[in-house]
């Protein structure tokens, strides 16, 4: 199976400020690849898919890239309710898989 | 309103058997594939099994073969997760969510509020 790894782990930022989250896949995955984001007590939000198209009602300032085994997601100026786990997933080959999380947290 | 909601969850015995369902509304549940995704408490996702819209094609993770069932019906738009020989390690939400595109392998951009699963003796 393809195995997803995240980066950091947990992401200490300021309320204005930019974040940057990596993911990385054990083979290539091409453009396959979904964002999530999760706050506490809730179900995850898809953020984007084909690596970089953004799904509906997601805000500008998130933005996707990558492709092959590197990916990013990029907030250009963190808002209050942007605090939360965002998780990376697969969708190239069975299993899907998830990275294990990236905890942005307010600085 | 696209939903989902998960029904079904509970405590349970280890050995023991459940069936979650999820109950489709406000778009085509016939024109996609469907998914089960669980979370283990203060973990990360992990998909559990999808299946396609004529249900001719399921796929599954490697931890529940020939343990869990997903299953569909179009005409009640509805899906099912049976489990059964429950584990500790079977304890967490479990999520039904939609998978984009109507092809099997894409992101899922609809999720149910989750349904909690518990086994413990």
């Known amino acids: 199976e393809i195995v997803m790894t995240q980066s950091p782990a947990t992401l200490s930022v300021s309320p204005g400020e930019r974040a940057t989250l990596s993911c990385r896949a054990s083979?290539?995955?091409?453009?396959?690849l979904a964002w999530y984001q999760q706050k506490p007590g809730q179900a995850p939000r898809l953020l984007f898919y084909?690596?970089?198209t953004r799904a509906t009602g997601i805000p500008a300032r998130f933005s996707g890239s990558g492709s092959g085994t590197e990916f990013t997601l990029t907030i250009s100026s963190l808002q209050s309710e942007d605090f939360a786990i965002y998780y990376c997933?697969?969708?190239?080959?069975?299993?899907?898989?998830f990275g294990q999380g990236t905890k942005l947290e307010i600085k | 309103e696209v939903q989902l909601v998960e029904s079904g969850g509970g405590l349970v015995q280890p050995g023991g058997s459940l069936r979650l369902s999820c109950a489709a509304s406000?778009?085509?549940?016939?024109?996609?594939?469907m998914s089960w995704v669980r979370q283990a408490p203060g973990k990360g996702l992990e998909w559990v099994a999808s299946?396609?819209?004529?249900?001719?094609?399921?796929h599954d993770v490697d931890s529940v073969k020939g343990r869990f069932t997903i299953s569909r019906d179009t005409a009640k738009n509805s899906l099912w997760l049976q489990m059964n020989s429950l584990r500790a390690e079977d304890t967490a939400v479990y999520y039904c969510?939609?998978?984009?595109?109507?092809?099997?392998?894409?992101?899922?951009?609809?999720w149910g509020q989750g349904t909690m699963v518990t086994v413990s003796s």
């Open positions: 084909r690596a970089s």
């Open positions: 406000g778009f085509t549940f016939g024109s996609y594939w």
């Open positions: 969510a939609r998978v984009r595109g109507g092809y099997g392998l894409d992101a899922f951009d609809i």
């Open positions: 083979q290539s995955v091409s453009i396959d």
């Open positions: 997933q697969q969708y190239n080959t069975w299993p899907y898989t």
């Open positions: 299946i396609k819209q004529d249900a001719s094609e399921r």
